[in-house]
T-cell receptor, first 113, second 109 residues
């Protein structure tokens, strides 16, 4: 069966500090991978998605970036965090083809102070 | 523009039935999804509709009318553990989902 891991679970970072969130998927090959952000009481905002190694599509202009160095690894980064970057960050995967449902990791709650 | 509307909050009684509505206006349509999200947790997949009609899965059913841009999630025999937010999402292209803000369902004993 497939499993998706995300870490860390919670993170408190000062404004201007760097960020690195990691997501890995087990039990499947060539998944589509997604990074979402969810502000309190709001819907999910798609940040990035990837259909293969090194292929990243960005949905919103921001100070965040994403990379996919391996087939089942997806990394979200920032060089300098802003207060507005606070939120619940979710990684998700779907089977190759993209038309199937997405499955979410446990999420990282980021607070920028 | 792309828009998905859901009620912000609903209240129901344990053991009863509740219907959560979702209306959408998207440039394309390749399926509609319902997810459940407990407070502080990640969303979990509940149902998928791509053709008109009702899909039943245990206590949960989901209905779709593509001509009306409308879906609902029906929860029967409500239990306290069903207290959660329910998210409606539409796939308008190949990979991306357009998400509603979610409906917070409060179950009272």
């Amino acid at each position: 069966s497939q499993t998706i891991h995300q870490w860390p679970a919670t993170l408190v970072q000062p404004v201007g500090s760097p960020l690195s969130l990691e997501c890995t998927v087990e039990g499947t090959s060539n998944p589509n991978l997604y990074w979402y952000r969810q502000a309190a009481g709001r819907g999910l905002q798609l940040l990035f998605y990837s259909v293969g190694i090194g292929q990243i599509s960005s949905e919103v202009p921001q100070n965040l970036s994403a990379s996919r160095p391996q087939d089942r690894q997806f990394i979200l980064s920032s060089k300098k965090l802003l207060l507005s970057d606070s939120g619940f960050y979710l990684c998700a995967w779907s089977p190759t083809g993209g038309w199937r449902e997405q499955y979410f990791g446990p999420g990282t709650r980021l607070t920028v102070t | 523009g792309q828009n998905i509307d859901q009620p912000t909050e609903m209240t129901a009684t344990e053991g009863a039935i509740v219907q959560i509505n979702c209306t959408y206006q998207t440039s394309g349509f390749n399926g509609l999804f319902w997810y459940q999200q407990h407070a502080g947790e990640a969303p979990t997949f509940l149902s998928y509709n791509v053709l008109d009609g009702l899909e039943e899965k245990g206590r949960f059913s989901s209905f779709l009318s593509r001509s009306k841009g409308y879906s609902y999630l029906l929860l029967k025999e409500l239990q306290m553990k069903d207290s959660a937010s329910y998210l409606c999402a539409v796939r308008d292209g190949d990979y991306q989902l357009i998400w509603g803000a979610g409906t917070k369902l409060i179950i009272k004993p």
